[in-house]
């Protein structure tokens, strides 16, 4: 606690103190007398003068610099001396190319030359002009004779004209700055002073709370509107937040979450979902297959010539187990669906239907955009039961849609490891498209039967990254996952959720 | 998927360009563009009969009810026009072949343009880019059929390919020719052998690489020979068909062509409607809709099948195009498609009250979250898909045994090479280009993590927390680190720890029954250099579950 007069800081209350002795000081005093550094003076300085407790009176300082041409100048004469010198020497000169540009047009100026057909001649005042003192060197001269003198002011004001020419012609730099001459007292400072001082708390303390101190004192107080520091909350990763609401949305109906590998053979992630050996989708330029490990060996033999006979019955051709245990990372969430079917699907009948979902990163073999990822975040729900319909799928997504406020509608479409196959979408006024949201139907018969069961399985699939553009704002996907820490404390939320 | 593009003025003959996208869309074909000039249509692989102009606005027709289906629609004109004879080579590299003769055909204006795209890309989708299946199309009078055909193949042979100007032999074809170079692959064999077709002169074609230029088809072409070869009979066979009725719809006349395979003779096409038992409470176990005869008949009609009542279920005429209908289940699919999704009325699914669960990991993921989100650090989630340079070479970590690493075989990005091993240089690479944004910076992610050993793969979800400003230290990480411990109610002891991605000295292992599961201390200023951080960062690297079993 200190004793001040109120609204000044301790310190300007021991500067005013200084003054009030009533004698001129300078900065160089004050920073003595007080042991504070010249920036740390100019802002109590400042705020003792806003109150006008003291005068500042101000004088202006000039740095002057003679450029090396100016130093030059001095020593060898100026150009149009030197010029009209020459010229004296040989009685008149020929204009040619050779003659300074510069050093002619002074002469002109100052009426030291003509031109008679073709050659330069001294005028008379030219003639008495010659090796007489010439003003500008003069004048430059005891700029730098006089620099940092009393004098120099007079000086700058007087000859003002004539000085911008020598500056324009880059001889010397002239730089003006105000300067604390002096600092005084002023009556409304005397005042101040005579002020009772009071006691004032600046910062509470532990002694001050506990001793009751701060009864008898007022507190100092703050400038409100300070800028302070900006404060950086932690904050969850937007997808992770976005994906939770998914994952309560999907609870909230009655689904539980399941997990499954992220490396998977392909038995798992094509054969068993019916995909033909042959297809597009199973080539390098989509999957991304590993060289380590090259293989994983298919462990359930009953569901492995299950679904050797589904495929020859179904395709028609030839069944390779050596391409069906190639190692991959999985494409699609639907190898989790899969395997519980194959996990749930015969369990005592009263727990039926079964309503699962998955939630996690697929991968294609893509070359990446702004647009594009290769690394994806997917939802793949199933219901397993015994007498489900596709009506009974088209209700669970609209459930599921309406509930995020989106009008879905259904379409067919077609994947191979379902049939009837319909995709879910909506129109979009922003994009005037129809934008996809799903897709899937009811799993086929060869699949759920190669898969031990005789349940009838509703299936479906969804990106949930382009999902987020609704509820991040953000101006990519790569934007989202590149976690440039100020994005991440920064980005906003368009939706709650 | 293929997409394939009409254009507007030949479609709007047959139907306004509004009710073609409409239609096409309710069979579930995506309308992928349209301009003033055409339209481009993406068809679902399971319709290869709609990669073909006639066959498509045959589709849309019966839809619309433009068209009522007939079971007589599709003949063969009476009479083979000629035999082709399968020589016993080719049935090692290329065995099957069908083919047919069509006369009077008009290929004026875009039909042959439409004809050729739609064997281009059937042969390219459906027939596995040539290798399943391929088809040539010749100029029936420019072949001297008077004593047959061969379908055989050899190692020698000439032929003056489509577009060119000299023959050539059949390996400058697959060294020279740019049809040949690209396709050759598929017809790799020891033997070196290759299909072609000939007739009493010429070989007619190199299979599947190139026709020859003296059968070339153009637009006043009027009679065709039209071959169809491949691995698989039954594509084969499907294939003739849909091309046999395409072309009949058009209005020519098609042939049967004999193909003589020594021990058996058979003539192909065989474009016949094929019955279909379907029992109508069948739809409604599926569909959830009930349905009875008539209009299940009238629903079969609009997707082009003729239909007849049969005591509680239709009889119904699967038209020879239709290749992907082979069972029951099929045509409930197509009676769902022309009762319209939109329609079926959304039925709940009643079951007991029952709970629902989280999964494991993310009960745990998301406490582990809340703990550092506690302790002020922000979250972050990247790619799993990284590579050795970030993973390894710039954590100072520069032999790491790469048979313990989750590697891809083929990637189309040099940043996806193999799976992270740690969370940890995720994080680092996320503060390196952070560096304008005010310190402190504190980050964690909680992620997969991968290895490998001895064939067995280990998926695991771990923790990484990184905190960097001018006064980041091993005490401040190591309050972390125990609260972390701690609040997973775990028992461990900390220990000295060597880490090359952290300073000597300054790294602690935490061991949980004497095994290692992370690390942390102050990251090591040579690391901090590789990933462009200026500042000290104090880090944890955590595994919180050592292969999930799922």
Redesign the interface.
Known sequence: MVRAPEGISKEESMLLSYLGGGAKRSMEDICKALGIDQSAAASYLEGLENLGAISIQRSKQYDIQLTEEGKKDIQEGFPEERLIGSIAKSNGLKISGSIDSIALGWARKNGWVTVESGTLKLTDSGKSAVGKAYPYRELLSSLEKEAGSTLIEKLIKEDKNKIGELSKRGLVTIKERNQISSISITDEGRKLLASKPEEMITSLSRDIIKSGAWKSSKFKSYNVSDPTERAYPARMHPSHRFFNYIRSVFSGMGFSEVEGPIINNAFWNFDALFSPQDHPTRDMQDTFFLSNPKEIDISDLEVLGRVRRMHKKGWKSAWKESLAKQALLRTHNTVVSVKNILKYGNLDSSVYPVKLFSLGKVFRNESIDYKHLNELNQLDGIIIGNSLTLSNLIFTMREFYSYLGIDVKFKPSYFPFVEPGMEGYYYNKEHNDNIELFGGGIIRKEITKAMGTNKTVLAWGMGLDRMMFDYVETSSLSEIYRNQVGWLRNFRYKKSM | MAVITFALGDIEKHISKDKFAELA????MEIEGITDRDISIDI????PDLLDFNGLIRALSYMSGKLKPDKDAYRLKEGTALRIKVSADVKKVRPYIAAMVVKNIDLSGNRLKYLIDFSEKLSD?YG?KR??LALGIHNLDTIDASSGLVYGASSEGRIMPLGGTKEMSFSEVMEENRKGMQYKNTIANKAGLVPFLSDSKNVLSVIPLTNSEITKVTESTRSLLVDITGT?M?TVNDTANIFACSFMDMGAEVYGCEIDYGKRQVTTPSPEYRELRLRLYKI??????NMDNTSAIGLGEMMGYPGAQYGNSVLFYIPPYRVDVLNE??I??DI??SYG??N??????F??I?P???????KLS?FV?NV??????????????TNEETNFTNMGISNPD??K?????????E??TM?RTDVLP?LLK??G??T???LP???F?VG?T?S?NS?K?F?NISLAMATEHSKATFAEIKSVAESIMGSLGMEYEIKAGTNPSFIEGRCAAIEVNGETVGFFGEIHPAVLNNFKIEEPVAALELILIKD?K?
Not at chain 2, 405 to 413: E, L, N, Q
């Open positions: 869309e309710r069979i579930g679902t692989p399971n319709r989708t596995r290798r399943k698989d039954k409604e176990a599926t569909l959830g809709i289940q099929d409930i699919e769902a498609i999704y939109n079926i009325i959304p039925e709940p699914i079951h007991p029952a629902s669960y989280p999964s494991q990991i993310t998301d979250a550092a989100l506690g302790h002020g650090f922000t979250e972050e989630i990247n790619q799993v898909l790469k048979d690493v989750i590697r891809i075989a083929y990637s189309k990005t940043n996806a799976l995720s996320s503060l280009i952070s304008s944004e005010p910076q504190k980050v992610e997969e991968f490998i064939g793969v998926e999930i799922y």
